[in-house]
């Protein structure tokens, strides 16, 4: 079974950073979907940043709030997506899921809380 854990989620003031991690294991193809959603309190599940791992990478999506302040990538070797947040602001608040799919199998992570004062 495909796993995914979050992490690196906290508290940060307003202009600060923060790096999200998302631990993947379990069966994979060679090309798949990977994104960073996020929930903010009382607010429906929104789309951060996205990648497709196929023709040859390079394919990444970013939702305009967030545009040139969050960077999405992976580390093939250690299995692992990665969301880094810059520039936060207090809008930014909310909890922070990953998720991949793969061959029309979706999977979720927990979520990490992103807080911003």
């Known amino acids: 079974d495909v796993q995914l854990v979050e992490s690196g989620g906290g508290s940060v003031q307003a202009g600060g950073s923060l790096r999200l991690s998302c631990a993947i294991s379990?069966?994979?193809?060679?090309?798949?979907?990977l994104a960073w959603f996020r929930q903010p309190p009382g607010k429906e599940r929104e789309g951060v940043a996205a990648?497709?791992?196929?023709?040859?990478?390079?394919?990444?999506y970013y939702d305009d709030s967030v545009k040139g302040r969050f960077t999405i990538s992976q580390d093939n070797s250690k299995n692992t997506l990665y969301l880094q947040l810059n520039s936060l602001k207090t809008e930014d608040t909310a909890m922070y899921y990953c998720?991949?799919?793969?061959?029309?199998?979706?999977?979720w992570g927990q979520g990490t809380q992103v807080t911003v004062s």
């Open positions: 998720t991949k799919s793969d061959d029309g199998v979706v999977n």
């Open positions: 990648m497709y791992t196929g023709f040859g990478g390079g394919n990444i």
């Open positions: 379990g069966r994979s193809n060679e090309n798949y979907f």
